[in-house]
């Protein structure tokens, strides 16, 4: 079974139910927990996994052979705007490169070869009750968070169907609503959306919905920040959405959370994510016979 | 110069939008921008009226004329990002996976394969109190939102050319692509934290970025309150780097109040929309030529 752990909006607590619900499921069935906001990954700062095993993420970028006599092909065949040819000399920018190939193809000569350069890292390791963790590092300056999040995918779940019967991977998705959330997202059991109950929240709740929807996966709503004004939960019956847990808004959930700590290891907690444990399996479970 | 300030913050929620729409208000006439083209929220909080929209086409995707096709999966054999599919021994691409490089019409022996723009989004330009207002949408799950981010960039540099004005920007979450082409050609970046150790690691890689691009960069730390230990050890750890903490924000109900009341949170007041002022007061400070500065 997968999950994916999406919102639309930054900081509505993602992470913060991803961690815990990796915790909560992790003492009765084997249980992955990959972090793909490559961008800024958090979820390790709460497991503290120790790691076993790293892994360099690369793409590839051209490199201009001596054949070269510059007559603007693969400078005009690249979409990336990579390769210029300036003053009678063909420039590669690698940091836009997007690692397609493209211009290998274009060029007439042959000239054009290609090297390899590292844009990522991905971490994997073990935390409590031995929940199997996972991260993606996008390296800083670098932009092709989509390659991490593809290497992370098949890093960090290829053993997953593999494993015992019953296993979960959950998936910590990035923020937004691009090509990087898909891939991320795609192909789960259920998209567990997370909320909270502001004008951003609901707006940006909307557009996780219609990604939900857009890659064909059943979604649950989890309301964070719960002040008690029904704001989601208006939402929620209007899109035929279940809620399947909530938090309430308390500072003191924020002062936990701030310190790194998890909310499973606070009694007062704990139970919010056993029981959306709970619930989360009988939906995918059903999405799944269904 | 046109002086181009950009609002991020590595960690998601940690108030960008709600600075930026209060400095939106404190600057006077401003060119504002929306940088954050994934999950745009400034123009909830900043009353405007939307002149135009278009559609951008910021990608293409590769597509196969069934009846020039041979099927010799040559296209698929040179596909890097497994775009290219074949069923039933026919050849088809799936245009959520195509980068749209363009690859696969280099190598069809048929010349079947042609590439098509994409539309990836909505451009807006909009007119605010203080000026106009850049923004955009990305298309559900496109490719290319730093190409939208650009888009939305030059259509809000035109426009401060053209007025003589300034541009705040409104960033989205992250370090990558995206913020990126946020930053890049701002004078200062502004980072809006929490003091959370998840808000500490998302603006140390955020503030890498800016150091890597050499933009000069300050911090605000918002909602100090929830952890005054937190904010001292990135106030510390961001003196260590050089970089200077330009204000604390408390956590403030009258900033959740402004945003359902679809207001800059300094319209409706309090110890938040204070300290953003006092923020607003010393940023605009650094250049006083350059930065536009009403009363404050």
Redesign the interface.
């Known amino acids: 079974m997968r999950l994916a752990i999406l919102s639309?909006?930054?900081?509505?607590g993602k992470?913060t139910v991803a961690v815990n619900l990796a915790v909560a499921f992790a003492s009765a069935r084997a249980t992955v927990y990959a972090d793909y906001d490559?961008?800024?990954p958090?979820g390790f700062?709460f497991l503290q996994p120790q790691i076993v095993s790293t892994r360099v993420v690369t793409s590839t970028y051209p490199v201009i052979g001596e054949e070269c006599e510059p007559c603007g092909v693969c400078s005009a065949?690249c979409?990336?705007h990579a390769l210029a040819e300036v003053g009678g000399r063909v420039l590669v920018f690698p940091e836009i490169c997007?690692?397609?190939?493209?211009c290998t193809?274009?060029c007439p000569r042959g000239a054009i070869r290609e090297k390899a350069r590292p844009i990522g890292e991905l971490r994997s390791g073990t935390a409590r009750d031995g929940l199997a963790c996972s991260e993606g590092i996008?390296r800083?300056?670098?932009?092709?968070?989509?390659t991490v999040i593809q290497r992370l995918r098949e890093f960090a779940e290829r053993d997953a169907g593999r494993g015992a019967q019953g296993s979960i991977v959950i998936a910590d998705c990035?923020?937004?609503?691009?090509?990087e959330?898909?891939h991320a997202a795609e192909g789960s059991d259920l998209a567990l959306l997370v909320a909270?109950p502001?004008?951003?929240g609901l707006?940006?709740l909307g557009?996780a919905v219609?990604?939900a929807r857009?890659?064909e996966l059943p979604a649950a709503i989890f309301v964070n920040k719960d002040d008690g004004s029904g704001f989601i939960d208006r939402y929620a019956t209007q899109a035929g959405l279940p809620i399947v847990g909530r938090l309430p808004f308390d500072?003191e959930i924020?002062?936990v959370?701030?310190?790194?700590a998890l909310l499973m290891d606070d009694r007062r907690y704990a139970d919010t994510f056993i029981e959306l444990a709970a619930a989360v399996s009988g939906l995918a479970g059903r999405s799944r016979t269904a | 110069m046109n002086y181009q300030l950009a609002v991020v913050?590595?960690?998601?929620?940690?108030g960008k939008?709600t600075v930026a729409a209060a400095f939106a208000d404190l600057a006077g006439a401003v060119v504002m921008a929306d940088c954050d083209v994934?999950?745009p929220?400034l123009h909830?909080?900043l009353p405007h009226e939307t002149l135009q929209a278009r559609d951008f086409s910021g990608n293409?995707v590769a597509t196969i004329e069934r009846d020039a096709c041979i099927d010799c999966g040559a296209c698929e054999s040179?596909c890097?990002?497994g775009a290219v599919h074949s069923q039933d021994g026919e050849y088809g691409i799936d245009s959520?996976t195509c980068?749209?490089?363009?690859?696969c019409t280099?190598?069809c022996p048929q010349d079947a394969v042609t590439l098509e723009p994409l539309r990836t989004g909505t451009l807006m330009l909009s007119q605010a109190a203080g000026g106009v207002f850049a923004h955009a949408e990305?298309a559900?799950?496109?490719?290319g939102?730093?190409k939208l981010v650009t888009q939305v960039r030059q259509l809000a540099s035109g426009e401060a050319r053209a007025s003589g004005r300034n541009v705040i920007i409104d960033g989205?979450?992250?370090?990558?692509?995206?913020?990126?082409s946020t930053i890049t050609g701002c004078q200062a970046v502004l980072a809006v934290t929490?003091?959370?150790?998840?808000?500490w690691?998302?603006l140390e890689?955020v503030l890498?970025?800016t150091e890597?691009?050499r933009i000069a960069s300050f911090v605000a730390v918002n909602?100090w309150d929830?952890?005054p230990e937190?904010t001292e050890e990135i106030e510390r750890r961001c003196a260590e780097r050089g970089v200077r903490v330009v204000g604390r924000i408390p956590?403030d109900p009258a900033v959740?109040e402004a945003?359902?009341r679809?207001l800059p949170v300094t319209r409706v007041g309090g110890p938040a929309a204070d300290a953003i002022r006092a923020i607003w007061a010393d940023i605009s400070a650094q250049r006083p030529r350059q930065l536009p500065l009403k009363e404050v």
């Open positions: 639309g909006k930054g900081g509505t992470t490559v961008e800024e958090n700062i065949a979409t990336s997007h690692g397609c190939g493209t193809l274009a996008l800083e300056g670098e932009t092709l968070a989509t990035p923020p937004g609503s691009s090509c959330v898909m909270e502001t004008a951003f707006h940006d557009l219609r990604l857009h890659l500072l924020a002062r959370t701030a310190r790194g | 913050s590595g960690k998601g929620g940690t939008t994934e999950a929220n909830l909080v293409h040179v890097r990002f959520a980068e749209g490089c363009g690859a280099y190598v990305l559900l799950a496109a490719d939102s730093g989205a979450p992250g370090m990558g692509c995206v913020v990126i929490e003091p959370t150790q998840s808000g690691h998302d890689r890498n970025v890597h691009f909602k929830i952890s937190m956590w959740a945003m359902a679809q």
